[in-house]
C-alpha cells in the first residue's frame, strides 16, 4: 500500500480549485482543468453528497485513464467553502476482475449492493438486472430511513450490534417499498477501514426473499405475512414483531419532523415549524409506548426472570444522570448525585436497573417545578442495597401513593408526559430482580422512590 496521500480542493460550485499531479492528470485527461468542474463522474458524486450531508465519506474510487485501470481510497471532507479531497492507496493497472469484485460485490440475482457511512446513511446503492428498482432518492438517507430493520428472534438487530463492533453481520431482514407492494429483503456486510485503520462504514448485499403484494386491506395483508405469521397476541415473538414493525415507521417520522422543524433543509414559516416539532413531540411520545408495551409482554409472559448481575448502583446512578442531565438543565434543575467514591455493591440485572432509574428520575424531571433539585443517594440496610430518588415535586396524597404503581395509573393528568406503564414496570422489574420499589411523599413536600436490591459484599 502506498503511503502517499494525493490531495485536492473543490470549492462551493465544484469547481476542481488545486490538485495533486495525479489527480490533476485524470482530470485533464477527462477534458477539463484548474478551475473547472470536477469531470470524473463517481468522484463528483461523493463531493456533492458530502457537502449535502456536511459529513465525511470516505469509500473506493474506481476510474481509468488512457492505459490502466486506477483504485484508490478517496476521503471527502467537506466545509462551509467547499470540500477537501484526500486519496490514498493509489493503484493503477489493470485491476484483476476477483480482486474488484471482493472489493466491492456485485448484485446478487434478485438483490441490491450497497454502502454506508459510518452514521448508517447511504453513500451507494446497485441493483442487479433482475432485482426490484432502486428508489431514486436513497443518497444519504439513513439505513433506519432507507429499509424498515426487523429484530430476529431474539429482538436484537444485527447492524446495530455490527456497528457497535466494527464487524461483519449476517442476517438482517428489512422491508421496503417495492413497485408491487412492500419487499422483503436480507442484509449482510463487512465494515470498511481507511488507509489509518478508521471504521468508515459498511458495505454488503441485499437480498430479496420475496414480494409481498399490496392487498385491499392492509392490516390483513401485514398479519399474514410471514413476518408475523399465525403467532397469538400472548407470543413473546408477535410483541418483538409487532415492536420492529411499528419502530422503523415512527422513527422516520421523528427524524423527517425534526429535519422540517430545524429548518436543516431551508427556512419556513414559523407555525409550519413548530406543527412539525409537535409531530416529533408526538412521534417520540408513541415510540415511548411502543418500548412500555414491548416491555410489558416481556415482564408478565410466565417465568420471567431478570439475570443477576453484579453492579454498582452508585455508577449506575452516575450513568442515569449522564443520560438525562441535559432535559435537567433545560429546566434549570440541578441534580445531586452520588459522587465518584460513593458505591453500592449489588446484585442485578444491569440494563434494567438502568432502565429503572431512567424512569425514576426522568419522572422527577418531568413533574418538578423549575430550579429546583432533585436528590439521588444510596444506602445500604442489612443485605439490602438502596437507592433513592427525591424531588421537590407537587407530592403525592395517600390516595395517589396507593395506586401509582398500577398499570395505565397517570393519577388524573391529561398530558403526553407518559402511558402510564413506567412505574408499573419499573417495581415488577424490582420484584423479578428479588428487590422492591417503594414510595414515601406527602402533598406539597415532593417524592421520594427507592429501590431495594440483594446488597453484594465488596471482595
Known sequence: MSERVIRGRIDRAGALVSADAPLLRLQKRAGAGIGKPLALPHLARLVALAQRLQRDISRPLYTADDHSDIHALVRVLPDGDGASLEISDWRAGAMPMPQAATADPAPSPRGWTWECDQQLR??????SDDAPPVPDDWEGRSLSELFE???????????LRALASQSRFEGQRVRADGPAGRIAMVLAAGPIFDATGRFTG????????REVAASASGATAALADPAFGSLPLSDPQFGR?????LRGPLSRII???????????????ADYARYAGDIAHAGRHLLGLVDDLADLQNIERPGFKAAADEIDLGDLARRAVGLLGMKAEEKTIRIDAPKVDDKMPATGEFRRVLQVLLNLLGNAIRYSPEESQIWIRVDREGDRAMLTVADQGQGLSGEQQAVVFEKFERLGRTDSGGSGLGLYIAR??????DGDLTVESAPGQGARFTLSLPARDEA
Not at 428 to 433: D, E, K, Q, V, Y
Open 122 to 127: 447511504m453513500v451507494a446503492l446497485r441493483g
Open 149 to 159: 430493520l426487523q429484530p430476529d428472534e431474539q429482538g436484537r438487530f444485527p447492524v
Open 202 to 209: 459498511f458495505r454488503g448485499e441485499v437480498e430479496v426473499e
Open 241 to 245: 414483531r409487532i415492536d420492529g414493525a
Open 255 to 269: 427524524a423527517t419532523a425534526e429535519t422540517i422543524h430545524g429548518q436543516f433543509d431551508g427556512p419556513i414559516r
Open 428 to 433: 415488577r422489574l424490582a420484584r423479578a430482580m
